[in-house]
T-cell receptor, first 112, second 108 residues
Framework: SQTIHQWPATLVQPVGSPLSLECTVE??????LYWYRQAAGRGLQLLFY??????ISSEVPQNLSASRPQDRQFILSSKKLLLSDSGFYLC???????????FGEGSRLTVL | AQRVTQPEKLLSVFKGAPVELKCNYS??????LFWYVQYSRQRLQLLLR??SRESIKGFTADLNKGETSFHLKKPFAQEEDSAMYYC??????????FGTGTRLTVIP
């Protein structure tokens, strides 16, 4: 069966520090991968998606970047965090471009 | 832009009462719409999709093209229905765009 994991689950970082959130999927190949941010009052905002290794599409301009170094690995990064980067980050995958999205457990980032 | 709107951030109903979570979408032909749910301490997960025309955990959602709505309904709310509910639609890029969510609280 397919599983998706994110880590770390919680992270507290000072403003200006770097960020790396990791997401891995097991039990499937060539998944479409997604990073969403869940912010209070703003719902779920799609940040990045990837249809293959090295292929990243950004939905909104921001201080974050994403990379997909391996087929089932998706990384969310920042060189210098801002206060506004605080939030709950969700990784998700699905098979192809249709069908159900499967979400990870989420990573809560607090920037102080 | 292809969007969905959930006008209620919070909704409280008593156990056994009917519940309706509202979702409206911007018109664009034949949208593909979904409801996702996040129970406390659980992952966000699919509840139902309009093309399936199914009832899951007593919930149904009918696509109303005239009103551009996809409201989620249940005739008798249960305490375990308390959760965060998101309406979502497929965009032109085949990505899922989510609404801002409605937190449902069922009062015992």
């Amino acid at each position: 069966s397919q599983t998706i994991h994110q880590w770390p689950a919680t992270l507290v970082q000072p403003v200006g520090s770097p960020l790396s959130l990791e997401c891995t999927v097991e039990g499937t190949s060539n998944p479409n991968l997604y990073w969403y941010r869940q912010a209070a009052g703003r719902g779920l905002q799609l940040l990045f998606y990837s249809v293959g290794i090295g292929q990243i599409s950004s939905e909104v301009p921001q201080n974050l970047s994403a990379s997909r170094p391996q087929d089932r690995q998706f990384i969310l990064s920042s060189k210098k965090l801002l206060l506004s980067d605080s939030g709950f980050y969700l990784c998700a995958w699905r098979r192809g471009q249709i069908g159900e999205l499967f979400f990870g457990e989420g990573s809560r980032l607090t920037v102080l | 832009a292809q969007r969905v709107t959930q006008p209620e951030k919070l909704l409280s109903v008593f156990k056994g009462a009917p519940v309706e979570l509202k979702c409206n979408y911007s018109y664009s032909g034949s949208p593909e719409l979904f409801w996702y749910v996040q129970y406390s301490r659980q992952r966000l997960q699919l509840l139902l999709r309009h093309i399936s025309r199914e009832s899951i955990k007593g919930f149904t959602a009918d696509l109303n093209k005239g009103e551009t709505s996809f409201h989620l309904k249940k005739p008798f709310a249960q305490e375990e229905d308390s959760a965060m509910y998101y309406c979502a639609r497929i965009t032109g890029a085949n990505n899922l765009f989510f609404g801002t969510g409605t937190r449902l609280t069922v009062i015992p």
